[in-house]
């Protein structure tokens, strides 16, 4: 094992892997990951998906069946997806027993083109949940303003949620609101509340390529690959006011887990920064960061992990809005335009995964 992922682990964060292909299964790499790189959960979208259906012949035989059974696209791509996810969920299922439930998930994304449809999401999280059957599943939901009802609903009936594509602090705090209602539904109802798991997809990456792009625009050029960090790390501190409030103690008390920060888009786009930046720079007790291998390589090779990165700077992270506002920088633009691309760029990579399973469902 690396004695690096060993620190990270060790100061609290769950390393999860941001991919999965029936190739990394049935090669027993994901289990190779669990034992070595300290890999404690997987995370999927419909780009990982759509990647993995156009590489190699490990699709074949099920796409073979679901042709000649004459099973529509649509249906396809559940048969296939929630079958990769129910073998991940397989493997991980000792963390998941090791860790309480708390660890050992694995996430599927309901379809991204429902994005803007609260109804045929939460419709579409019951087909999945149903359809996956495993205690250790997440269902993505896109943290979209339809999004949120759809999330309390879904907690509200015991199913536990990734809320993914979060990109501003106020639509992170919707989202907690939303499941902190989910979670009172669910006991109004009487369910097991430690069963339900939850965590907040926020994401980092992607910030600071849009935020560079316009730091360029405006010659602040100094400024650029600081909003990223600086944001999620004001996401933290969001999570722990909610966190320490009354309403949260009372669930809590009752057998509620957090709703977990999960730092997702960790993998540097800039190769001028350094390759670890969003795993050494986002070290706090209580979260997640799924990473791709790449990055998960990296950070075992070379990470620097010094303790907390994220309690002692707030006030810098404060300091870092404040410049970018002053240098012109819109937030409230910068963050709706991301999440309007995150769910095109998912919509593009289901259409894809769409097309790539109708040209192979061949008798």
């Known amino acids: 094992m690396s004695e690096i992922l060993n620190k990270l682990s060790g100061q609290g964060v769950s390393i999860w892997l941001d991919d999965i292909s029936r190739e990394r299964l049935r090669t027993g790499n994901l289990q190779q990951l669990i034992r070595e790189k300290n890999v404690v959960g997987v995370t999927s979208n419909p780009t990982i998906f759509a990647s993995a259906l156009s590489k190699g012949d490990a699709y074949d035989s099920q796409l073979h069946d679901l042709a000649v059974r004459g099973v529509d696209v649509g249906e396809a791509v559940r048969a296939i997806t929630t079958y990769d996810i129910r073998w991940a969920a397989d493997v991980l299922r000792p963390v998941y027993d090791a860790t309480d439930g708390v660890d050992g998930r694995v996430s599927l994304e309901v379809d991204p083109r429902l994005a803007r449809d609260t109804d045929k999401t939460v419709a579409e999280a019951r087909a999945l949940w149903w359809m996956v059957d495993r205690p250790n599943l997440l269902i993505k939901i896109p943290a979209t303003l339809e999004g949120l009802p759809a999330i309390t609903q879904a907690i509200g009936e015991g199913i536990s949620v ?154 810098q992270a404060w300091n870092t809005m404040a410049e970018l506002k002053e240098a012109g920088i819109d937030y409230d633009d910068v963050v709706r335009v991301l999440e309007d691309e995150g769910v095109e760029k998912f919509e593009a990579s289901w259409n894809e995964l769409l097309e790539s399973v109708s040209k192979n469902l061949v008798p």
């Not at 008390?253 to 720079?281: C, F, H, I």
Request: charged letters at 25%; proline letters at 5%; aromatic letters at 8%.
């Open 162 to 315: 990734n809320v993914t594509l979060i990109f501003s602090l106020e639509r992170y705090r919707q989202v907690m609101d939303a499941w902190l209602a989910g979670l009172e539904a669910a006991q109004a109802k009487g369910l097991d509340l430690s069963r339900i798991e939850s965590v907040a997809s926020f994401f980092v990456s992607r910030v600071d390529t849009e935020i560079d792009k316009r730091l360029d625009g405006v010659g602040r050029p100094e400024l650029k690959g600081k909003a990223g960090v600086a944001n999620a790390r004001l996401a933290y501190a969001a999570f722990e006011d909610v966190v320490s409030s009354e309403r949260w103690q009372r669930l809590r008390a009752a057998g509620a887990q957090p709703q977990r920060p999960l730092w997702a888009s960790t993998g540097v786009k800039n190769p001028e920064y350094r390759d670890t930046m969003y795993v050494d720079d986002l070290v706090a007790p209580g979260t997640v960061n799924t990473m791709p291998e790449k990055t998960l390589d990296s950070v075992a090779d070379h990470g620097q992990i010094s303790g907390d990165t994220i309690r002692p700077f707030y006030e």
